[in-house]
């Protein structure tokens, strides 16, 4: 017969499950101090390096990339849908997946 009883086995799951829930929550934070974030800036555009950015998230990862048109550059939302659109066929010619 066990010297343990179930309050002791209940006890006992309750540290392990708590242990590896802060293990989790610690590789969680680890992960996220590794994240950079990469700043865009469309007057530097022939200076973006691509293999940079890609090296940013870990392989089989996605990559997130948000970007905002500044008005200078579209004046109307047809103007908008028109350089997005551009954009998303160029990132899919790419091999590159956009939503």
């Known amino acids: 017969k066990s010297e343990y009883t179930q309050k002791d086995w209940d006890r006992i799951a309750r540290e392990w499950e708590r242990e590896e829930m802060e293990e989790d929550e610690r590789?969680?934070?680890e992960e996220m101090k590794k994240i950079l974030v990469y700043s865009f800036d469309p007057?530097?555009?022939g200076?973006?390096?691509p293999e940079q950015l890609l090296a940013q998230s870990k392989k089989g990862k996605p990559t997130m990339?948000?970007?905002n048109v500044k008005e200078d550059y579209c004046k109307s939302?047809?103007?908008l849908?028109?350089?997005t659109s551009n954009w998303a066929s160029l990132l899919l010619?790419?091999?590159?997946q956009v939503q």
């Open 27 to 29: 590789e969680r934070k």
């Open 81 to 83: 849908a028109k350089i």
């Open 65 to 67: 990339v948000f970007f």
């Open 93 to 96: 010619n790419g091999n590159v």
């Open 47 to 49: 200076k973006i390096d």
């Open 43 to 45: 007057n530097n555009i």
């Open 77 to 79: 939302e047809k103007q």
